[in-house]
């Protein structure tokens, strides 16, 4: 019976220590973790708005951007004498209306007629006139295009361009 007495207080005294032991244990553990460190930073508020107005004009700038490449539907562009479209990778031009001078990329790379099945017009090199109504291609984001010569150009583009 004495054993039996022994045992029972020896097994409450390993569950009294192992209980205190993992008290301590968290007791020291939220003791370390301080905030304000590496792992576990204070910021502001004004930081916090900061950093969101500039995620805020990041999205801002790509929707933009979105709208301006618009790859579902060709977008109808007029363009004055003297203008030039230089057009970004994979954009497509119509020439509609108006006389226009192909634009050859830096390494003299022209754009691509895709209308034409004829092998030596199927690129359209530097000052060659555009025909009008055949889909160009742009291989590249190189500085290919066109330049409008008449008064007023009308051209459809699907893609990314820049008017200069």
């Known amino acids: 019976m004495k054993l039996l007495k022994d045992s029972k207080r020896v ?10 032991s993992f008290l301590l244990i968290n007791i020291v553990q939220a003791a370390v973790a301080q905030p ?15 950093e969101i107005s500039k995620l805020n004009a990041k999205i801002q700038e790509l929707e933009a951007k979105l709208e301006k490449q618009s790859a ?11 203008q030039k479209l230089i057009a970004g990778e994979s954009t497509e031009i ?33 000052d060659q006139i555009v025909p009008l109504n055949h889909l160009l ?3 590249r984001d190189d500085g290919r295009g066109i330049k409008a010569v008449s008064s007023k150009v009308y051209v459809l583009v699907k893609g990314e361009y820049d008017i200069k």
Do not use: C, M, Q, W
């Open 11 to 20: 097994h409450i005294f390993i569950t009294l220590v192992a209980a205190l």
């Open 36 to 50: 304000g460190t590496e792992g576990d930073p204070v910021v502001s508020k004004s930081y916090v708005d900061e």
């Open 72 to 82: 579902s539907k060709f977008e109808v562009v007029e363009l004055k004498s003297g």
């Open 94 to 126: 119509i020439v509609r209306a108006g006389k226009t001078l192909a634009i050859s990329g830096k390494y003299g790379d022209g754009l691509s007629d895709l209308t034409t099945d004829e092998a030596d017009k199927g690129n359209l090199a530097a």
């Open 137 to 139: 291609l742009a291989a």
